[in-house]
Structure formats: C-alpha cells, structure tokens
C-alpha cells in the first residue's frame, strides 16, 4: 500500500548515469513535504543517502544527488561504481497517513 | 557516536505477541522521534509507528488496533509490542531515529538499529 512508486529495477554499465525515479501524490510529495533516499545493502540496516530532497549527509559521495519537482522526486547516481549495486527506496511525510510512507524500492544492477 | 540496540524474540507462533526493544546509547533521546520500521521477506520497507519522548506516539493505521510503541526514558529505551501476531508480521525490523534536517517538514532516519528477522509460524 506504499504511497510512493518506483521501478522496481534500472541498470546501468560502470561509468554510466542513472536515475530513479519515484513518484508520489498531493499528499505527500506535491504538498512540499522533504524526499529522503536511503540506500540498503543485503543483510545491513539502510542508510541515509539524501536527505531534504537534494542534500548529502558527510562521507556521501558527489556521485549521488537528489531532485523534486511536483509530485516525484528523483534520485541520480552518476559514474556508476560496483559497489553501487543495492536497493533504493525514497522516503517522505505523507499528511493522509499522518506518518512517513517509503517508496516501493528499486534495485540498482551494475552490469 | 549514537548507536541503537535492538533485541527480542525471534520466532513466534501466530496469536503470540511480538515484542522488541531498542536501546538508545551515546546521544541524547529527548529531542526525536523513535520509529520501528519494517521489511517483510521479498518486500519493501514499511514504516510502522513512531514515539517521542513525551510518549506522543503515531502508528500506520493497518496496524492501529494490535500495535502499541512505548517508551522508558530511565533508560533510552523504546519498546514495539504488536498481538496478536499473524504470519504477514514476519518481517526484519528496525528501530531508527527520525530527525528534522531541513524546514521541509517530515523527518528523515538517519540512524538505525542492525535489524531483528522475526518469524511467525505454526
């Protein structure tokens, strides 16, 4: 019942830029609400990726960035490294809920 | 350096209630927001209820009539119980803290506990 949509896979070569998506509603995104992305890796607790839409928590690299436009957000990962490769999820406050609601998740493949 | 420290049981039969705590060590509990998030086998995330200090609590509202989230500030300590417990509450769990970093409104969770797999079976 997640009120946010992303794809559920992109993949890209090393080197190359991707994006990710994720796609919202009045309620949360389109009402200004901050978008957060988080980056998980299998069998670690997620990690802070962006937060307030397009900043960087220290140690981040450049390489990731966050932008929001209307109802969707998205999130850029440019010069694609192996190490790369994990589960996406974007993240915000959604007013219909009263609470915070994630996004359905992306798989990023390193190819 | 905070750091959160889950625990509780692992395996559960369905009508059972599921209980995990989460200890908050190395830096200050009052000024947060506590949340439990939760990740079933194959699935994504899903935030299910937060607490403050003042024990202010929100849940999801699927979940409104068997989850309660307490707190023990003698100890930095938030508390999950959700009964009865069926086999769609088999899932990893994590405690994290949700903090306000830009006036955008709506918390982020910038740090989290290692996660706790319970399963709910016969």
């Known amino acids: 019942q997640s009120m946010l949509t992303q794809p559920p896979s992109v993949s890209g070569a090393p080197g190359q830029r991707v994006t990710i998506s994720c796609s919202g509603s009045?309620?949360?995104?389109?009402?200004?609400?901050?978008v957060h992305w988080y980056q998980h890796l299998p069998g670690t607790a997620p990690k802070l990726l962006i937060y307030?839409?397009?900043n960087r928590p220290s140690g981040v690299p450049e390489r990731f960035s966050g932008s929001k436009s209307g109802t969707s957000a998205s999130l850029a990962i440019t010069g694609l490294q192996a190490e790369d490769e994990a589960d996406y999820y974007c993240?915000?406050?959604?007013?219909?809920?009263?609470?915070?609601?994630f996004g359905t998740g992306t798989r990023v493949t390193v190819l | 350096q905070v750091q959160l420290q889950q625990w509780g049981a692992t395996v559960l039969k369905p009508s059972e209630t599921l209980s995990l705590t989460c200890a908050v060590y190395g830096g200050s509990f009052r000024n947060y927001y506590w949340s439990w998030i939760r990740q079933a086998p194959g699935k994504g995330l899903e935030w299910i209820g937060e607490?403050?200090?003042?024990?202010?609590?929100k849940y999801i509202p699927s979940l409104k009539s068997r989850i309660s989230i307490s707190v023990d500030t003698s100890k930095n300590q938030v508390s999950l119980k959700l009964s009865p417990a069926t086999a769609a509450d088999t899932a990893v769990y994590y405690c994290a803290r949700g903090i306000t970093l830009t006036p955008g409104g709506g918390d982020a969770f910038d740090v989290w506990g290692q996660g706790t797999l319970v399963t709910v079976s016969s």
């Open positions: 993240q915000s406050y959604d007013n219909s809920l009263s609470g915070s609601v």
């Open positions: 607490i403050n200090y003042s024990g202010s609590t």
């Open positions: 009045i309620s949360n995104i389109g009402t200004g609400y901050d």
């Open positions: 307030g839409d397009n």
